[in-house]
């Protein structure tokens, strides 16, 4: 089992930047693909990116493709979700999310039940 703890949200004007990371609690963070999904008020949860256990492979939801980069650091537990030149559809809680038993080049799917293990979400807010 995996704890997930983001952080890094905020209130920003479109335009701006924004770097959000989700630290793991437990054993063998090396062991789940991750991903990042957002919920905006009165909609479903939605896909955002995602990345394979190994970091080498990832995939990015068409409206932050270009704009939004996934990372990870296995040695430190932590992904992150980098995003720039953020919009006002952006605004949502965005949540960190994991998914066990893939082989180390798969990247998790887009769906949310995809994924097993979640964080509280952390929200962020981008005013025009």
């Known amino acids: 089992q995996v704890q997930l703890v983001e952080s890094g949200g905020g209130s920003v004007q479109a335009g701006a930047s924004l770097r959000l990371s989700c630290v793991a609690s437990?054993?063998?963070?090396?062991?789940?693909?991750m991903g990042w999904l957002h919920q905006a008020p009165g909609k479903e949860r939605e896909f955002v990116a995602a990345?394979?256990?190994?970091?080498?492979?990832?995939d990015y939801a068409d409206s932050v493709r270009g704009r939004f980069t996934i990372s990870r650091d296995n040695a430190k537990n932590t992904v992150w979700l980098q995003m720039n030149s953020l919009k006002p559809e952006d605004t949502a809680v965005y949540y960190c999310?994991?998914?066990?038993?893939?082989?180390?080049?798969?990247?998790?799917?887009?769906?949310?039940?995809?994924?097993?293990?979640w964080g509280q979400g952390t929200q962020v807010t981008v005013s025009s």
């Open positions: 437990g054993r063998s963070f090396s062991t789940y693909g």
């Open positions: 990345i394979s256990r190994s970091g080498g492979n990832t």
């Open positions: 999310a994991a998914r066990p038993f893939l082989p180390n080049s798969v990247i998790p799917g887009r769906s949310s039940s995809e994924f097993v293990y």
